[in-house]
C-alpha cells in the first residue's frame, strides 16, 4: 500500500504517521458501530454522531457555547439521515469561510443513484462510497486522502 | 462430541447459512473486524441488532394496524431495518424489505402487511440461526478450543 501511495517523498510519508481524526456521521447505530471500528482497525481516531446536529456541534458549528469542539481531519456521512441530511451536513461544512471548509467530506449511501452521487461530488464531497462499508473500502479511502495531501 | 468434532459441526453450520442465502460476504466482513482486542464484536453488533429490529418490527406493526396507515412513518423503518440487516450480512430479510419498501411507494397497505409477515419471518429465521451459531461457538471457547476460520471459496 506504502508503493501505491506516491514516491515516499517526505510530506507523504509524515502525513501516513499523523493519525487520521474521523468524525463518523450516521443516524443508524449498527451502522455506527462498524463504521467506528472500520476506521479504528484502520488506525484513526473516531468520534460519531448520530446526526446532523451533532456533527456541527462537535465541527463548532453549533452552539457557541460549546466546549467539546474537536479537530478533525475527515468528516464520514451517511446520505439519508432523518432532519439534516449528509448532503446538508456537507453543504454546511463547505461554505465556511475558516480551514473547516477544507476538510474532506466522503458522502456514504446504500443506494447507487448517480443524480444523488453527481449532487453530492459537484457540491464538494471528496468521494462517494457505497454502504455496506468493507475493511477494503477505507484502506482504499486513506490512501486516497494521503494522496491527495502530499 | 469432541473438539474437533465441534469445530466440524461449527464450520458447516456457517457454510450452511451461506448455501442457503441467510447470510452474505458481509457477515465475513464482520467476522474480519473481530480480534483478540475485540472477541465479542460479531455477537455485540448482532446483538445490537436484534435490539434495534425488534423494536422496529413492533413500531411496524402498529404503524400498518392504523385506520389510515401513515406510509411516511412506515417507509423510514423498512429502509432502517434494510440498512442494518444489510450491514450485518442478513441477506434474505434485506431483500425482503426491498421488496417491502417498494410496496410502501405505491401506498399499498395489504401488500404492506404481507411484506411485513414476509419480513418478520426471514428475521425469526436468522435470528435463530445466529443464535445457534453463537451457542456453538461458546461451546468450543467452553472446551478451551479455537473458533476456526469460515472457509468459503468467495
Known sequence: MKNGCGSGSESCLSSMEEELHVLA?????????????????????VTTAENGLRALEYLG???????NVMKVNLIITDYCMPGMTGFELLKK????????????VVILSSENIPTRINKCLASGAQMFMQ????LSDVEKLKCHLLNCRS | ???????KSLQDYTKSLFLEGILDSQFLQLQQLQDESNPDFVSQVVTLFFQDSDRILNDLSLSLDQQVVDFKKVDPHVHQLKGSSSSI????????????????EQQNVEACHRCLQQVKQEYYLVKNRLETLFKLEQ??????????????GF
Open chain 1, 131 to 134: 454502504k455496506p462499508l468493507k
Open chain 2, 1 to 7: 462430541m469432541d473438539l474437533v468434532q465441534m469445530q
Open chain 2, 89 to 104: 450480512g442478513a441477506q434474505r430479510v434485506k431483500n425482503a424489505c426491498v421488496v417491502f419498501r417498494s410496496f410502501c
Open chain 1, 61 to 67: 458549528l453549533g452552539d457557541p457555547q460549546q466546549t
Open chain 1, 93 to 104: 461544512v463547505k461554505q465556511e469561510s475558516s480551514n473547516l471548509k477544507e476538510v474532506p
Open chain 1, 25 to 45: 456521521v450516521d443516524d443508524n447505530l449498527i451502522d455506527r458501530k462498524l463504521l467506528e471500528r472500520i476506521l479504528k482497525i484502520s488506525s484513526c481516531k
Open chain 2, 139 to 152: 461451546q468450543i471457547v467452553a472446551s478451551g478450543g479455537m473458533i476456526p476460520p469460515v472457509e468459503l
